[in-house]
């Protein structure tokens, strides 16, 4: 008789335990992907936007907010970055597990310093992030702190399966500094080598590497490029060691291929996060390819 | 009175721009629309008919020439962890004279168990798709003729709202609303301020990522005490005579939304296609007021109305839009010549309009437009061109589907 209950104990807490399994919803693919090395590539992870979506201009339409009614934990850049639709996602989720200060609910940016804290906040200069620059993942040292961090809340949420993530985490980590040592080893010829940005979102990148900005194609945070403006840059570039003109795989590439067109300079067209290209597809490969497509052609050309 | 608590309000926002020093983390958040056009037209806004309907709330034409729209002020945030609440008030201008109106005001749960939301105050009734669009958000710089006829441009009222999100993999929402009936186009306040309910379903997905849709079904019911028509006037008739229903109000409605994106990246280009369809009947009496003896007749209408507009995002600043709405009205009652007199009679014609709009958002934040209208509400067919501009400033606006 006893075992015949332990046996039902044990189905139930066997049947409840994969029904436990955490439904993770991300703002962005690079959390999607960040989430799945922690919980495993079997778990129930979404990502809001895609790398061709800008993360800035998304709407809370009817599959992400029935995916929010759903989810245990949102993962989400914060520092504005989803001020658009993250507010009103929560709100209409009717999810009371992801909202502000709940244990579901975590912004990456709480757990990194941000450049660029401007405090501005006059639109004149643009759609400015006055509490800092979100684009912080694509240095990869602040994916070792977020992911540090990430492992902690999901233990919080899920405390029968501590010693998993704390294994997957620990491999992640060695994993990921180990391939931060290599992406250097690689990219140290980047070191003083400058670009034409499109929109002002490498900056983390750029300081990792080493690399210079010379201009930004958009004259103002979220503006797109007028002809005036983008005359103005290449007045500024002429005769100037460049080595390309960087561009996201969700940005418009107009303006660069006219500047390409006028200068004679290349169009480097980087994933920007997971999924941005065939070949980007976990944190990894994004950086391997990031570091290849900026070495790939070999040195800076003289703009015309 | 009204205004010194605007003013109070603003500057209430004031101090804490200058003690929140440098962040915007403002508690809570404050945004401005400022809204003002240029309406070029013959028609008098006077003069303006629905035939077949019972004109009132906002419904009616922009002034002629240079005039503000609704100026809207508007406060929200976090209560705490369970509340979220929101005021936004509109400040506008009726016959020279300023106005303060509450347009919203609104707490909202955040935290219920299964889905729940529960929603007091006065806010927009989740009926129908637009309804919850304030006038800013829209597309067009005026209300689709059958939210005009039928809820003076839109249904705001007093009262709760009950919604649930089902916890699938479609979305599903259900919700009800119990209101007061005090407002267009219940008025009145039946049975002691709770003469109204409203119910709504809305589903929706992704086809793809590319493209995502949503359907709604709504049910509005209201026992209608004293609905009053201001906008058919008679200034040849020596005494105004005010035409009011009493009686029965049910309607029900279909909305459809459709929107493509390449690769779901709206900031290029995108296409928004929207169709909505309401029913009314009406069972009752219309009265024309101060007439003498009272002249009454009883009524049963029926009214029918529906749009199709389609938006296109051309290139990133830059957007285009068509319009096509017509409405029809099939009224009877025991005195034809009072029907006539309160606007039921339909005259032979089915009030239409066609539009047809530019715009040009310079960023997210700005946007001025031109929109050109073919208007055959009434017998005097018209063309109208508005040139409209629409600025909002503080927080950011939430990008709603």
Redo the contacts between chains.
């Keep these: 008789m006893k075992s015949i209950y332990l046996m039902v104990c044990l189905l139930l807490v066997g049947v409840s335990g994969q029904l436990q399994a955490l439904s993770i919803l991300a703002c962005e693919p690079e959390w999607k992907a960040l989430a799945l090395e922690l919980v495993g590539e079997d778990s129930s992870v979404y990502s809001a936007?895609?790398a061709?979506?800008?993360p800035h201009?998304?709407?809370?339409?009817?599959?992400l907010?029935?995916r929010a009614?759903?989810a245990d934990l949102l993962i989400c850049t914060g520092a504005?970055l989803e001020?658009?639709?993250l507010?009103?996602l929560?709100?209409?989720?009717?999810?009371?597990r992801i909202?502000?200060?709940?244990k579901g609910h975590f912004l990456a940016a709480q757990h990194v310093e941000l450049q660029d804290v401007s405090?501005?906040?006059d639109?004149q200069n643009?759609?400015v992030h006055?509490?800092g620059d979100p684009h912080f993942f694509l240095d990869p040292n602040y994916i070792v702190v977020i992911a540090k961090a990430l492992m902690e809340r999901l233990i919080l949420l899920d405390p029968v399966n501590e010693g998993e993530y704390i294994a997957r985490h620990n491999e992640f980590s060695i994993r990921l500094s180990s391939a931060i040592k290599r992406w250097e080893v690689e990219g140290a010829s980047l070191k003083g080598a400058s670009f034409v940005v499109h929109h002002n979102n490498w900056q983390y990148l750029t300081r990792w590497l080493g690399i210079k900005t010379l201009a930004t194609l958009e004259p103002k945070p979220?503006?797109?490029s007028t002809s005036r403006h983008l005359s103005k840059v290449l007045q500024s570039i002429k005769g100037e060691a460049v080595w390309g003109v960087l561009l996201g795989s969700?940005q418009?590439d107009k303006a660069a291929s006219w500047l390409r067109d006028k200068a004679g300079l290349r169009v480097v067209k980087l994933p920007y996060t997971v999924g941005g290209n065939a070949k980007a597809n976990d944190l990894f490969a994004l950086f391997d390819q990031t570091i290849a497509l900026l070495k790939g052609y070999s040195g800076a050309k003289n703009a015309r | 009175m009204k205004f010194s608590i605007v003013c109070a309000l603003v500057l209430a926002g004031a101090s804490m721009c200058a003690f929140g020093g440098q962040l915007s983390n403002f508690n809570p958040d404050i945004s401005l629309v400022l809204d003002a056009r240029l309406a070029v037209m013959n028609n008098d806004s006077d003069d303006y008919e629905l035939p077949g309907f019972m004109l009132g709330g906002e419904a009616g034409l922009p002034n002629q020439g240079f005039s503000l729209g609704h100026s809207e002020l508007s406060f929200s945030s976090n209560i705490d962890d369970l509340y979220f609440g929101k005021l936004t008030i509109a400040i506008t201008e009726h016959d020279g004279e300023s106005a303060t109106e509450i347009e919203e005001a609104f707490i909202q749960t955040l935290a219920l168990e299964e889905g729940f939301t529960l929603t007091a105050g006065r806010f927009l009734s989740g009926i129908g798709y637009q309804n919850a669009q304030h006038a800013h958000a829209q597309s067009f710089s005026d209300a689709p003729l059958v939210y005009a006829a039928l809820f003076g441009n839109s249904l705001i009222e007093d009262g709760v709202q009950l919604s649930w999100l089902a916890p699938t993999e479609l979305y599903l929402q259900l919700g009800v609303e119990a209101l007061s009936g005090k407002r267009y186009p219940s008025a009145g306040g039946a049975n002691e301020g709770k003469g109204a309910f409203s119910g709504f379903a809305k589903t929706g997905g992704d086809f793809n990522v590319s493209h995502s849709w949503q359907l709604g079904l709504s049910y509005f019911t209201s026992d209608v005490v004293g609905r009053e028509s201001g906008a058919h006037s008679h200034a040849d008739e020596e005494m105004a005579e005010t035409p009011s229903f009493t009686g029965d109000s049910d309607v029900i409605g279909v909305d459809l939304v459709w929107k493509w994106a390449p690769q779901g990246n709206a900031t290029k280009q995108n296409l928004v296609i929207q169709s909505e369809v309401f029913r009314r009947k009406e069972n009752g009496l219309v009265s024309m007021v101060g007439s003498s003896p009272l002249e009454e007749s009883s009524v049963t209408s029926k009214q029918l109305g529906w749009y199709l507009q389609v938006v296109h995002q051309f290139k990133p600043q830059w957007k285009w839009g068509a319009r096509y709405g017509r409405l029809v009205s099939n009224n009877s009652g025991s005195n034809e010549e009072v029907l006539s007199e309160a606007g039921l009679d339909d005259e032979g014609i089915a009030p239409h309009r066609s539009s047809l709009m530019v715009q040009w958002n310079h960023s997210e934040f700005s946007q001025v437009r031109v929109q050109f209208n073919q208007d055959d509400s009434y017998e005097d067919k018209d063309s109208q061109i508005f040139l409209h501009y629409t600025m909002s400033m503080g927080a950011h606006s939430a990008h709603a589907y």
């Design positions: 936007t895609t061709f979506q800008d201009h998304i709407q809370a339409r009817p599959s907010l029935s009614r759903r504005e001020a658009g639709w507010p009103l929560m709100r209409k989720s009717a999810n009371k909202q502000v200060g709940a405090g501005a906040f639109r643009g759609d006055g509490g979220g503006l797109p969700y418009d």
